[in-house]
């Protein structure tokens, strides 16, 4: 009979340093640029690999724009949308989807193996907050080539519209991708912390991976199905991950009110989502016990 695990890891038995201060700071940029080095050196070991992943994402990116201007060939406007406003959409939204791929989906969706193995025992053990070590142990390096092309077609699409963004607004959109960068993680993270119950739990995450594309589309196209429109707004919020920052971009925002929804969601995301940290930690039983 298994008993609950008796090792708790720095999280709570580590005497932290202070938090924000210089040697704090400095003692995780260490440990991240190690993570990043190791990265690099993986990806270069498999050349081959890094490249045809490269260029899937492409094509797949690709297939997207076509559907959209296939859409295009038989109307306007898909609400107060034009062509070029979606296709900045879907820039915004792959952008911000190769970005959380480069930080975090790789350390997400192994947490599971982590958990089935027992080499969460050894994460426990570092003198490190579990959950940072966990969620930046590897990069995807083709995440952020793949970023470069959704710039590229982004700022192909504002000068189709004609439109120059301010500072103000290229740093409110960035802002803005954080935020929705932040829900993708915490609500991932949530997810694959049920392994510590299941042990198995890569197919809930990239299930949850596969709704990315639900952001790609603009939220009035579902004005008429208001509980769709509400479950991906409050639920699961990928209405507002992209189209809100879009919308800074192309100057659609009637009012704050879409920034402050994704604000208040993102600390609601996060702190639920480190409610079920602790709680699924609390639930683990040492491979070892």
Same mark, same amino acid.
């Given at each position: 009979?298994?008993?609950?695990?008796?090792?708790?890891?720095?999280?709570?038995?580590?005497?932290?340093?202070?938090?924000?201060?210089?040697?704090?700071? %400095? &003692?995780?940029?260490?440990?991240?640029?190690?993570?990043?080095?190791?990265? #690099?050196?993986?990806?270069?070991?498999?050349?081959?690999?890094?490249?045809? *992943?490269?260029?899937?994402?492409?094509?797949?990116? $690709?297939?997207?724009?076509?559907?959209?201007?296939?859409? +295009?060939?038989?109307?306007?406007?898909?609400?107060? *949308?034009?062509?070029?406003?979606?296709?900045?959409?879907? $820039?915004?939204?792959?952008?911000? /989807?190769?970005?959380?791929?480069?930080?975090?989906?790789?350390?997400?969706? =192994?947490?599971?193996?982590?958990?089935?193995?027992?080499?969460?025992?050894?994460?426990?053990?570092?003198? !490190? =907050?579990?959950?940072?070590?966990?969620?930046?142990?590897? #990069?995807?390096? $083709?995440?952020?080539? =793949?970023?470069?092309?959704?710039?590229?077609?982004?700022?192909? %699409?504002?000068?189709?519209?004609?439109?120059?963004?301010?500072?103000? /607004?290229?740093?409110?959109?960035?802002?803005?991708?954080?935020?929705?960068?932040?829900?993708?993680?915490?609500?991932?993270?949530?997810?694959?912390?049920?392994?510590?119950?299941? @042990?198995?739990? /890569?197919?809930? @995450? *990239?299930?949850? +991976? =596969?709704?990315?594309? #639900?952001? &790609?589309?603009?939220?009035?196209?579902?004005?008429?199905?208001?509980?769709?429109?509400?479950?991906?707004?409050?639920?699961?919020?990928?209405?507002?991950?992209?189209? !809100?920052?879009?919308?800074?971009?192309?100057?659609?925002?009637?009012?704050? $009110?879409?920034?402050?929804?994704?604000?208040?969601?993102?600390?609601?995301?996060?702190?639920?989502?480190?409610?079920?940290?602790?709680?699924?930690? &609390?639930? +683990?039983?040492?491979?070892?016990?």
């Amino acid at each position: 009979m298994k008993k609950p695990n008796t090792m708790t890891g720095a999280d709570a038995t580590a005497p932290a340093a202070p938090p924000g201060g210089p040697g704090f700071c %400095a &003692r995780y940029f260490g440990i991240y640029s190690a993570l990043v080095k190791n990265s #690099v050196a993986r990806e270069m070991s498999f050349k081959s690999n890094f490249l045809l *992943w490269i260029v899937v994402e492409m094509l797949w990116f $690709g297939l997207q724009l076509s559907f959209i201007g296939v859409i +295009y060939l038989h109307t306007d406007t898909i609400g107060s *949308w034009t062509k070029w406003q979606v296709v900045l959409l879907v $820039g915004a939204s792959h952008f911000i /989807q190769q970005i959380f791929q480069a930080f975090f989906l790789v350390n997400c969706t =192994n947490l599971s193996e982590l958990v089935r193995t027992g080499k969460l025992d050894f994460l426990l053990l570092l003198p !490190v =907050n579990t959950r940072f070590i966990i969620s930046f142990r590897q #990069v995807d390096l $083709g995440g952020f080539v =793949n970023a470069c092309s959704a710039v590229a077609l982004m700022i192909f %699409a504002l000068a189709k519209l004609h439109v120059t963004p301010t500072l103000f /607004q290229m740093g409110g959109f960035l802002l803005l991708c954080v935020a929705g960068i932040a829900i993708h993680y915490s609500l991932m993270f949530l997810l694959a912390s049920i392994s510590f119950w299941t @042990v198995r739990a /890569q197919g809930i @995450v *990239w299930g949850y +991976y =596969n709704l990315f594309n #639900v952001a &790609r589309v603009p939220d009035e196209a579902f004005r008429g199905a208001r509980w769709f429109r509400a479950v991906f707004t409050f639920a699961i919020p990928m209405l507002l991950v992209s189209n !809100v920052p879009a919308r800074v971009l192309t100057d659609k925002l009637g009012s704050p $009110g879409p920034i402050l929804l994704l604000a208040g969601m993102c600390g609601a995301c996060m702190a639920v989502s480190e409610w079920g940290w602790r709680k699924s930690l &609390r639930h +683990y039983t040492s491979a070892s016990s």
